[in-house]
Antibody
């Protein structure tokens, strides 16, 4: 069964940092680009970042560029999102997603990990 | 950035009725690089349609997609109780990938 399991969410103060992880199973991780999509409480979906199979090319939404860094460890089947300089508007449920990079739609979603930025 | 606009914001219909959801892009979406997702409360989104008109695995044939360029449509021919949800379109032609704001289909 294809599965994406996120972890690392929590409560953090404005200006703080957090690293999200997503462990993939049930498919060949190295064959797929990966991405992060978030959803603020009661709001719609916002694509955050994507990364190609090798990790050499990354993509970011303007709202997080320069603050967030996406990476992957193909030996561990794990995707990461390092989030720095967090703001209240970054509060959201963060979904790990398979694909979701240019030319490739998201076809599998995780269940999400909640990030709350508040003092 | 390609901005997607969805209309209407909310569609109130009864089971058995036909639903027509619109998604309009600010720039042309190449090669029909548009998908639709369905999201129910408390759940992750689920892929419904890809490449504008191809049904994802498990999507019933009462769902159909059409369109090209800047105008796209998702049609549900006869609403079933499980179809009441929020529907998002998304373009994946170029970064940043963008979503529409969603159309909520609720029970009249």
């Amino acid at each position: 069964e294809v599965q994406l399991v996120e972890s690392g969410g929590g409560l953090v103060q404005p200006g703080g940092s957090l690293r999200l992880s997503c462990t993939a199973s049930g498919f060949t991780f190295t064959a797929f680009g990966m991405s992060w999509v978030r959803q603020a409480p009661g709001k719609g979906l916002e694509w955050v970042s994507g990364i190609i199979t090798s990790g050499d090319t990354t993509y970011y939404a303007d709202s997080v560029k320069g603050r967030f860094t996406i990476s992957r460890d193909n030996s561990k089947n794990t995707l990461y999102l390092q989030m720095n300089s967090l703001r209240a508007e970054d509060t959201a449920l963060y979904y790990c997603a398979r694909r979701g990079i240019p030319s490739y739609w998201v076809d599998v979603w995780g269940q999400g990990t909640a990030v709350i930025v508040s003092s | 950035e390609i901005v997607l606009t969805q209309s209407p914001g909310t569609l109130s219909l009864s089971p058995g009725e036909r639903a027509t959801l619109s998604c309009r892009a600010s720039q042309s979406v190449s090669s029909s690089d548009l998908v639709w997702y369905q999201q129910k409360p408390g759940q992750a989104p689920r892929l419904l349609m890809y490449r504008t008109s191809s049904r994802a695995t498990g999507t019933p044939d009462r769902f159909s997609g059409s369109g090209s360029g800047t105008d796209f449509t998702l049609t549900i021919s006869r609403l079933e109780p499980e179809d009441f949800a929020v529907y998002y379109c998304q373009q994946y032609t170029r970064s940043p990938l963008t979503f529409g704001p969603g159309t909520k289909v609720d029970i009249k």
